[in-house]
């Protein structure tokens, strides 16, 4: 399974179409939103409604109700998804770990630091995949998952992709 991973977009859907459009639709199973632009995820949806899409609410996303930590299955893989301002991310991830930790998940996928991370620790996936709404330096993440392993990565939108 190949996932695009998007955050904090704030009103830049043509940085996520430019995203999808380089990984290729038709090799995507899901689109995740982590928040800071529910209106763009759906706009998103709405040009590709064949990608399944799995979001998040953002602490810009005002009036939205859903969840704001919630657990997706892709494949065997169980993962948390959150923005990450309700469990403290701007000042550390224990609180989301633990979060992750208790909810069984193989990776916790979180934005609202606009910084793209990727850790590894005690069967634990922290992901942040950046900005894709960043003027300067947009990223996103992908996440393949196969015979119940992940690889993780992020990718800057306007070069060529970290590790």
Known sequence: MKILVFSDSHGNEDNMV???????????DAIVHLGDGWRDAEALHRLYPRIPLEQVPGNCDLGRFEERERVVFFGDCRVLLCHGHTLGVKSSLL???????????????YGHTHIPHIDYHDGLWLVNPGSIGDSRYPTYGILDIAQGQIRI???PLNGYPDS
Do not use: D, I, K
Request: aromatic share 4%; net charge positive; hydrophobic share 35%.
């Open 95 to 109: 609180r989301a770990s633990y979060e992750a930790r208790e909810r069984g998940a193989q990776a916790l996928l």
């Open 153 to 155: 990565r992020t990718v």
């Open 18 to 28: 430019r995203a999808v459009e380089r990984e290729r639709p038709s090799t995507l």
